[in-house]
């Protein structure tokens, strides 16, 4: 069974650093690209950036570029979205999803992190 | 401003159809057929019901279909029932550096 199970819930204050997970399993992990999505409280969804744990290449929306990291650690099939400093505006629910080729869908999706920033 | 166009709300019957569309450009919706939909529950993660404009992946009922005219997507559901009740979004690759846009969704209600 194809599963995507996403590390808990977090809050931090401004300026701390941050970084959640997304652990595959079920399927070749480094076979499959694995993507990164916003939604802000009440709000719509947002394409945050995509990464291919077979060769870590990374690719970042120009609104998200520069504002998280995306990496992956293939031998324990983990993908991360890190922050430096958070900021107010980071709160959200964070969700990974995988798909097969760069130009494709989300088929299977994690189960969501919530981040909360706040002083 | 989202890059794709939703309605903000649809609503329905039992048992009746209804129609939500998704409006783009030749970048995006209109120019390639890499059109998405996906359905969330309050509280749940996004499920995918539709991939490349009108593909149902296995376990979605074929009460869900998808089409595209032009720069706009649409998803009909058929035979509307309770559980269809949830935010409805989709999503194009596009041509920008963007790479891929979400619509700002739209919550259906069952009547």
């Known amino acids: 069974e194809v599963q995507l199970v996403q590390s808990g819930a977090e809050v931090k204050k401004p300026g701390e650093s941050l970084k959640i997970s997304c652990k595959g399993s079920?399927?070749?992990?480094?076979?499959?690209?694995i993507g990164w999505v916003r939604q802000m409280p009440g709000k719509g969804l947002e394409w945050m950036g995509i990464i291919y744990p077979g060769d870590s290449d990374t690719r970042y929306s120009p609104s998200f570029q520069g504002q998280v990291t995306i990496s992956a650690d293939k031998s324990i099939s983990t993908a991360y979205l890190q922050w430096s400093s958070l900021k107010a505006s980071d709160t959200a629910m964070y969700y990974c999803?995988?798909?097969?080729?760069?130009?494709?869908?989300?088929?299977?999706w994690g189960q969501g992190t919530l981040v909360t920033v706040s002083s | 401003q989202s890059a794709l166009t939703q309605p903000a709300s649809v609503s329905g019957s039992p048992g009746q159809s209804i129609t939500i569309s998704c409006t783009g450009t030749s970048s995006d919706v209109g120019g390639y057929n890499y059109v998405s939909w996906y359905q969330q529950h309050p509280g749940k993660a996004p499920k995918l019901m539709i991939y490349e404009v009108s593909n149902r992946p296995s376990g979605v009922p074929d009460r869900f279909s998808g089409s595209k005219s032009g720069n706009t997507a649409s998803l009909t559901i058929s035979g509307l029932q309770a559980e269809d009740e949830a935010d409805y979004y989709c999503s194009s690759y596009t041509s920008s550096s963007t790479l891929e846009v979400f619509g700002g969704g739209t919550k259906l209600t069952v009547l």
């Open positions: 079920g399927y070749s992990f480094t076979s499959y690209w």
């Open positions: 999803a995988r798909r097969w080729e760069l130009l494709g869908y989300f088929d299977y």
